[in-house]
């Protein structure tokens, strides 16, 4: 069972501070976490992860009161060259929430076919062979 925002784990294995894609999707399907994007308006316009919460950057000065703090929240950016995951990070943890950040971010998620929304549709790719066990 998960602890309040102010300590300890919400049932996610280990204490590392990220997750893989696979790790990530597992842990938002268990409902031991919440998968929130730290993108822009533009760029979660374009596709975001299915359930995903908005979170950009120029919205971190207000209240967040509205992220859950029953459980986790895994933050991610465009991919793996994109660090806008980590600053949101380092302020929610400053917050007290439990976070973690989610390596490859959206280009990963998508290439591992998960599903993603786009104008209100959900869809999913085909699983690229190059970062998924087929």
């Not at 374009?46 to 859950?68: I, N, R, S």
């Not at 490859?104 to 209100?120: M, Q």
Request: aromatic residues 10%.
């Amino acid at each position: 069972m998960g602890l309040s925002r102010r300590g300890g784990s919400h049932g996610l294995p280990g204490r590392r501070a990220f997750f893989f894609v696979v790790a990530a999707a597992e842990a938002q399907a268990h409902g031991t976490a919440v998968i929130v994007d730290t993108r822009r308006q533009s760029s979660w316009d374009q596709g975001h992860v299915e359930g995903a919460l908005h979170l950009p950057k120029d919205a971190l000065d207000a209240p967040l009161g509205w992220l859950p703090d029953d459980r986790t929240l895994i933050v991610y950016g465009w991919g793996p060259g994109c660090n806008g995951a980590t600053f949101t990070a380092q302020r929610l943890l400053l917050e007290g929430f439990d976070v973690r950040e989610m390596i490859g971010g959206y280009e990963y998620w998508v290439r591992n076919g998960f599903a993603v929304e786009r104008a209100n549709h959900v869809t999913q790719e085909a699983p690229d062979p190059l970062v998924t066990h087929v």
